[in-house]
């Protein structure tokens, strides 16, 4: 599967952006699906990810962002509310056919967006 993400840009601390994955190929929907992200000088991190039980958010996001699909249009977004200025990082999507692998070790990545907070 291959991935491509945007949606990316400059936001002021407590706006809000959503970020797309489109996906190529017919098996998108048995994939399971997550957002990781990238700040500078740090390691990449999980973010969010989306399996058949639903979504599964990273400490630092819940209650602020939300992870859907929509298998129809083989796509996954990622809605962030109230955003910080440490939500600035370069945002991957991410697909893997295992429910564990998505949350630490994708095999399919996309592209990275830039998401950048002002304060």
């Known amino acids: 599967v291959q991935l491509q993400a945007f949606g990316g840009g400059l936001v002021q601390a407590g706006g809000s952006l959503r970020l797309s994955c489109a996906a190529s190929g017919r098996t998108f929907s048995s994939y399971h699906m997550g957002w990781f992200r990238q700040a500078p000088g740090k390691e990449r991190q999980f973010v969010a990810a989306i399996t058949w039980g639903g979504g599964i958010y990273a400490d630092s996001v819940k209650g602020r962002f939300t992870i859907s699909r929509d298998n129809a249009k083989n796509t996954v977004y990622l809605q962030m509310n109230s955003l910080k200025p440490e939500d600035t990082a370069v945002y991957y999507c991410?697909?893997?056919?295992?429910?564990?692998?998505?949350?630490?070790?994708?095999?399919?990545w996309g592209q990275g967006t830039q998401v950048t907070v002002s304060s």
């Open positions: 991410a697909a893997d056919a295992s429910v564990v692998a998505i949350r630490a070790t994708p095999s399919n």
